[in-house]
């Protein structure tokens, strides 16, 4: 297989968060060819392939599916084909990666652990890591580590992570503002819902906070020009090192709140913490030890929450970044990628 076309082809597929049945079908169509057991997920695109050596201990790696609500604009011959869905995160790259290790293993009767990769569907919404975690195949496969690639458009190419906190965890939040609408010249203006949001955001301007953050990117209100705004939805997003700055956070919000307003926050992402000794096995496999752990959430975390988790960033030396309209994934990682899980796997 050449595994750069492959990419393109997933690329050119890019879908939405629990809608990557086209994804689905490529993959499917390349790994039936392969020797591990195929495993589907009832209700979900995501799949497994199953790699038993009668081996004690079973490695688990995982790829995300799903693509970004982005309009592609890198002007690429295999750009995505669907408006508004677009491969910005490199998932493209690491399904193929591990369809890429899918292929090795076909290839070997031997290995020193028995593997199980999970594709998995709705990273970027956080469901697709719980629904995989419940999966009764899962379940009964029962992996005992687990380990995911990132690419990091902005380090230099090489293999990057650090032992305990390597990325935050998140929530989004919508506040609501409730108010009254009337002559702008009349009403007196404490009822005025954007004055409400303007109050908020300037205390929250005043805080800081040492392992965490609040960023309101998002603001709809009023109505008319001349008439005070009965409502005003903020959207933002809590980052936090650190389950305890997470309740401090929250309950900063909700204790600011003004008269008549509401906040909803969504399940979100736990910290992400790579465990000690897969650390170091990770690192004795060629990786630098970053000192910083990143703000980024991913749901890897959820794995990481129950198994001996690492979570390892790819160097891609790109000027976009990740998330970006023009990014792409460089084909050049997918050997790289893949060779090094394949070490790390023989090392554990
Ligand atoms: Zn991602």
């Not at 170091?280 to 749901?299: F, S, V």
Request: charged letters at 25%.
């Amino acid at each position: 297989m050449n595994w750069s076309d492959f990419r393109h082809l997933l690329h050119e597929c890019a879908e939405k968060s629990g809608e990557e049945w086209m994804t689905h079908a490529c993959l499917k169509n390349e790994l039936k060819h392969h020797a591990g057991q195929l495993i589907e997920c009832e209700h979900s695109p995501s799949l497994m392939m199953h790699y038993c050596f009668q081996k004690e201990k079973t490695v688990m790696l995982r790829a995300e599916m799903d693509g970004l609500c982005i309009q592609e604009k890198t002007g690429l011959d295999y750009c995505s084909k669907n408006d508004v869905r677009m491969h910005a995160c490199g998932h493209d790259g690491h399904m193929t990666i591990l369809c890429r290790i899918s292929e090795l293993l076909s290839a070997v009767d031997d290995f020193p652990v028995n593997v199980l990769l999970v594709f998995q569907s709705s990273e970027e919404t956080g469901a697709g890591a719980l629904d995989i975690i419940m999966n009764q195949d899962f379940l009964k496969i029962c992996p005992d580590e687990a380990i995911a690639l990132h690419v990091m458009p902005q380090l230099k190419k090489g293999f990057y992570t650090k032992k305990g906190v390597i990325c935050a965890g998140g929530k989004e939040v919508d506040l609501l503002m409730k108010g009254e609408a009337s002559h702008c010249a009349l009403l007196n203006k404490e009822e005025d819902a954007l004055r409400k949001a303007m109050h908020f955001l300037c205390e929250l301007d005043h805080q800081a906070w040492k392992s965490g953050f609040v960023s309101f990117n998002v603001c709809h209100g009023g109505n008319a020009r001349n008439q005070t705004a009965d409502h005003c939805l903020l959207e933002g997003t809590v980052r936090f090192l650190e389950a305890s700055c997470e309740s401090e956070l929250l309950h900063w919000i909700s204790s600011h709140l003004p008269k008549d307003s509401s906040a909803k926050f969504s399940m979100g992402y736990p910290v992400l913490i790579n465990h000690g000794k897969m650390s170091e096995i990770a690192i004795r496999c060629g990786c630098t030890e970053i000192k910083d752990p990143l703000w980024i959430c991913d749901d890897f975390a959820f794995y990481a929450q129950r198994i001996p988790s690492v979570y390892v960033l790819m160097g891609m030396e790109s000027e976009f970044p990740l998330h970006h309209p023009c990014f792409d994934f460089d084909d050049d990682l997918i050997e790289m990628g893949s060779d090094f899980l394949m070490k790390f796997l023989q090392l554990i």
